[in-house]
Every structure is written in structure tokens, then in C-alpha cells.
């Protein structure tokens, strides 16, 4: 049994919902900022699309969060098919930040990648929504969710470049990935 009462405060789950709302709420304006950033340097595709997979991936993040369904008193069920969505779509943003960062890929792998994540969202959002179980999606979600991160990182590791900023990317995918 625990006696400390800080140690029962951070088990529980209004500690947990609190620290995803918090960093939600860092995610989101990480990403309106970003989306600012790209309509004042209009050259940069890259930050638009990390900006919109920011505020994608903060939005599933609320949307999840218990304190927020009590905060509107709506249940999770009302929200569980938009969560379902948002995670088959937030990928694409995600490749297509990769593909404007590191190009089309080795024999256009990002972009067959990229295809891939479209294609699955495209099928995988209507059979959410009809079958209402996520099993099977949500497997191969993570399979290319994965697997394109793995692509990207051997993507990374294997290019011989002079540029620094793609350099400085090898650690955050190697541990955030």
C-alpha cells in the first residue's frame, strides 16, 4: 500500500489526463505556430506539414482525454470514430514532412510510403465507420506507422549529406521513433 500521498497523487488518473492535456496543449500551439511560420516563409512546405500533423495528433490527444468528455459531458463513445479517423490520417502529414525534408526516398520509397498511408486511410476510415471495431486497422496502422518511421531513419542513416539540419535528425528518430 502506498503512504505517500504524492505517489497516490501521480497514479491516478486525473495526474495522467492533466500531463496529456498539458502537452496537447503544447503540441497545438507548437503547430498553429508552425502553420504561421509557413505562411510567412512561404518557401517552406516542410513546416506546414509538421504544423498540420502537429495540431492533427493534439486534437486526437483531447479528444481522448477523459477530464475533457467530463469537461463537455459528452461520453467516449460520442467521440471514439473521430479518434479512429484522426489516427488513420495524422500518418499523412507525418510522410508528407518526410518527403519534403529528405525527397522522394531511395527508388521513391517515401513517396510509395506516402501512397501507401493515403490509400490505407482512404479504406480504413469508411470500415471504422461501418464495422465499429479497429482491430485489424489499427494493427496496420502501426505496422506503417513503424515502418515508415524505420524507412525514414534508414533513409537518414544511410545518406551521405553535407546538411546539417538532416544530420541532427538521426538522434530524436532514434529515440522518439
Request: include cysteine; proline fraction near 3%; aromatic fraction near 10%.
Amino acid at each position: 500500500m502506498i503512504s505517500n500521498p504524492i505517489l497516490l497523487l501521480l497514479q491516478t488518473p486525473l495526474c495522467w489526463n492533466l500531463t496529456f492535456i498539458g502537452i496537447a496543449s503544447v503540441v497545438l500551439v507548437a503547430g498553429v505556430s508552425l502553420l504561421l511560420l509557413a505562411v510567412i516563409r512561404s518557401c517552406q512546405r516542410v513546416l506546414f506539414w509538421v504544423g498540420i500533423f502537429s495540431i492533427l495528433y493534439a486534437i486526437r490527444v483531447f479528444i481522448q482525454n477523459a477530464l475533457v468528455h467530463a469537461a463537455i459531458g459528452a461520453s467516449e463513445e460520442r467521440f471514439a470514430l473521430w479518434s479512429l479517423c484522426l489516427t488513420y490520417v495524422i500518418p499523412i502529414p507525418y510522410a508528407l514532412s518526410a518527403r519534403e525534408l529528405f525527397g522522394a526516398g531511395w527508388k521513391r520509397s517515401i513517396s510509395a510510403w506516402l501512397w501507401i498511408e493515403i490509400a490505407f486511410a482512404t479504406a480504413a476510415i469508411p470500415l471504422a465507420i461501418l464495422s465499429r471495431q479497429s482491430d485489424l486497422t489499427d494493427l496496420t496502422n502501426n505496422i506503417l506507422v513503424i515502418g515508415g518511421t524505420l524507412l525514414v531513419l534508414l533513409h537518414v542513416l544511410s545518406r551521405n549529406t553535407a546538411h546539417l539540419f538532416t544530420k541532427r535528425l538521426t538522434w530524436p528518430l532514434i529515440v522518439c521513433g
